[in-house]
């Protein structure tokens, strides 16, 4: 009776205040890792990708990765408990390309046991798509309860550590319940909401080692060590699958999780427990979407990704899946914020032999996840008034009038270029628009239409250097924009690569 009573208390107050802004001055909320840090990211490729790696062959690949990144490092006499915290957010099996193979954490949690015994081991997860028992009647209609550690392959791994070392202090605990297990968290720079509930493990333990998949997504075009952190926020608290809030609500309560605001979420999530390892699961990941019962198709890549720096072990997992981690919302906020680098040092195999085209998610069902976060830094100008100092814009959707009222908005910003390139500039707009190259006009619509990103895509030829782009907005609307790189005609399902930034432009203020 107590324990309802403090779940019903909790669901009218948990929910902490919405703090998300339109835009912010670049100076308040940029503090990026130095470029010259250059975080060492190891990526080690197994078997051919057509082959199914056998149990020896993940063992291997495991703890040579481990080695290369010098994991052994952050297991100092001071440290006491490990999380490792794989992603199992649907109850799947493993090889399924969803969810984390138990195989990576078995041999993780082996590995810390070989070099230190006397660490307690916790395998902790917060699944946001399934119950656990007893929790089903608030979780959402017709919820029943299952056992995703147990249908994935965790609990029988630790029988199966516990037979071949006695003496192993490891359990699993879902990271979900209970209620009387979470802490309020704050976020240092929240940019969705001030405050979150996390079981009380995840803040209290000395090592934090995030365990994710290889994975795309349509919400937010990839599901790495960053997004992973989802998983801490506590179902007791946002229900199941973490936005409706529990007991489950039809209107309100839980995370919000989709656009505008899904990004800001996740890296402040990150912020209240930044992994201090990350170890990426790279066997079976998933191209298109996240699942593989939503328009997810399985992919064996047979690899294993890890370093130390989040940011920049998701930088690596994104130019080995052949997209840009500038485009990917979160993983430019948490290197705005100083949560990591987006300049990984490869180390392992090279990158150049091991990254392919992944598909990106299908723009029919989730245009922002194939197109990505666009351009959102710009100077700004209203009625011909002076430009402001750069502000970040906190949406694809670009609307200057969050700014104040005007008959017209002048935006600029500056890409610099390492070479002479062809470019596919993708543009949308609600209203009349016109886009300008160093001062020569490029693009101009006029009239009111549904916006779509893109709706026209338009192909430029840029030279090496240093480039201004101005954008004139008549009247009130609101538009987007990027700098798509040219994919050979040839390329076979070509559509399903488009949109991605190359890697050789850079725009200013991103660092």
């Avoid at 009387?180 to 934090?208: A, F, G, Q, T, W």
């Amino acid at each position: 009776m107590l324990s309802l009573l403090l779940i019903l208390l909790l669901s009218l107050s948990a929910i902490g205040a919405y703090v998300d802004l339109p835009y912010y001055p670049l100076a308040s909320i940029k503090n990026p890792v130095s470029a010259s840090a250059n975080p060492s990211v190891v990526i080690k490729s197994g078997a051919d990708p057509s082959k199914t790696l056998c149990d020896a062959e993940v063992k291997k690949l495991v703890y040579n990765v481990l080695d290369l990144a010098r994991f052994d490092q952050l297991l100092t006499p001071d440290i006491k408990t490990v999380l490792l915290k794989p992603n199992i957010v649907e109850p799947l099996e493993s090889g399924s390309g969803v969810i984390t193979d138990y195989r990576v954490v078995e041999n993780i949690a082996s590995y810390i046991y070989e070099k230190n015994p006397n660490l307690k081991i916790i395998v902790g997860e917060g699944a946001g798509g399934w119950v656990p028992a007893g929790y089903e009647w608030g979780a959402f209609p017709g919820a029943k309860a299952s056992d995703g550690f147990e249908i994935a392959g965790y609990r029988n791994m630790v029988l199966k550590l516990k037979k071949s070392y006695p003496k192993i202090d490891i359990e699993i605990v879902d990271l979900n319940i209970p209620l009387e297990d979470l802490v309020e968290v704050k976020p240092k720079k929240p940019l969705s909401e001030d405050i979150y509930y996390i079981h009380r493990l995840v803040h209290d333990c000395d090592l934090y080692v995030s365990v994710p998949v290889l994975k795309i997504i349509e919400t937010c075009q990839v599901t790495l060590s960053i997004k992973n952190n989802v998983g801490l926020a506590a179902g007791a608290v946002y229900g199941w699958s973490k936005n409706r809030g529990f007991p489950y609500t039809k209107n309100q309560g839980g995370l919000r999780h989709t656009y505008p605001v899904i990004d800001e979420e996740i890296v402040d999530l990150t912020q209240v427990r930044v992994p201090d390892f990350v170890i990426i699961d790279g066997i079976v990941g998933m191209e298109k979407d996240k699942t593989n019962f939503r328009r997810g198709v399985k992919k064996q890549a047979n690899l294993i990704i890890a370093g130390k720096d989040p940011v920049a072990v998701d930088a690596a997992a994104c130019l080995l899946m052949g997209l840009n981690p500038r485009d990917i919302e979160h993983i430019a906020l948490a290197y705005y914020l100083g949560l990591g680098s987006i300049y990984p040092t490869i180390c392992g195999d090279s990158l150049e032999s091991l990254s392919s085209k992944w598909i990106k998610p299908d723009p029919k069902y989730s245009p922002r996840g194939h197109f990505g976060q666009g351009v959102r830094i710009f100077e700004v100008s209203a009625d011909d008034q002076i430009f402001s100092e750069p502000l970040l814009f906190m949406d694809t959707l670009i609307n200057p009038w969050v700014l104040g009222n005007a008959s017209k908005y002048i935006l600029r910003t500056w890409f610099s270029l390492a070479e002479d390139l062809d470019l596919e500039m993708w543009v949308g707009s609600d209203n009349n628009l016109s886009i300008s190259l160093d001062d020569k006009p490029i693009y101009l619509h006029q009239g009111k239409r549904k916006h779509a990103l893109p709706n026209d895509i338009v192909p430029i030829s840029v030279s090496t250097g240093s480039h201004e782009l101005t954008i004139t907005l008549p009247k009130k609307g609101i538009f987007s924009l990027t700098m798509a790189e040219v994919l050979p005609k040839n390329l076979k399902n070509r559509s399903f690569y488009t949109g991605t930034t190359p890697l050789q432009l850079i725009w200013r203020w991103e660092d």
